[in-house]
């Protein structure tokens, strides 16, 4: 079974930028479509972004259009969040996950499980 853990939160000051990883290990990573969401509190799960296995097609929730970007690196069972123009409305935590079923577009982001533990991302002057 696949494990997932992601890195690479902190604070960081509005305008500013991070990037976040999540390194697969124990099962496959690069047949599968993978995706970051975030949950701030009080708040539900929010949609961040999606790539399919092939990283030939990505996805976007409106609120980070133009400001991140995702991408893969299937020999290094890795995905990434590049997360610029940083915001206070940011501030969350950061989750990646792995799609149920292998050869998908990752979107509608309806379909994913092997939720990784975690990242806080605090975007504060």
């Known amino acids: 079974q696949v494990q997932l853990v992601e890195s690479g939160g902190g604070l960081v000051q509005p305008g500013g930028s991070l990037r976040l990883s999540c390194e697969a290990s124990g099962g496959t990573f690069s047949t599968y479509a993978m995706g970051w969401f975030r949950q701030a509190p009080g708040k539900e799960r929010e949609f961040v972004a999606a790539?399919?296995?092939?990283?030939?097609?990505?996805k976007y929730g409106d609120s980070v259009q133009g400001r991140f970007t995702v991408s893969r690196d299937n020999a290094k069972k890795t995905l990434y969040l590049q997360m610029t123009n940083l915001k206070p409305e940011d501030t969350a935590i950061y989750y990646c996950a792995r799609e149920r079923i292998p050869y998908g577009l990752g979107f509608p982001p309806r379909n994913f499980a092997a939720w990784g533990q975690g990242t806080q991302v605090t975007v504060s002057s």
């Open positions: 790539i399919d296995w092939s990283a030939r097609t990505a």
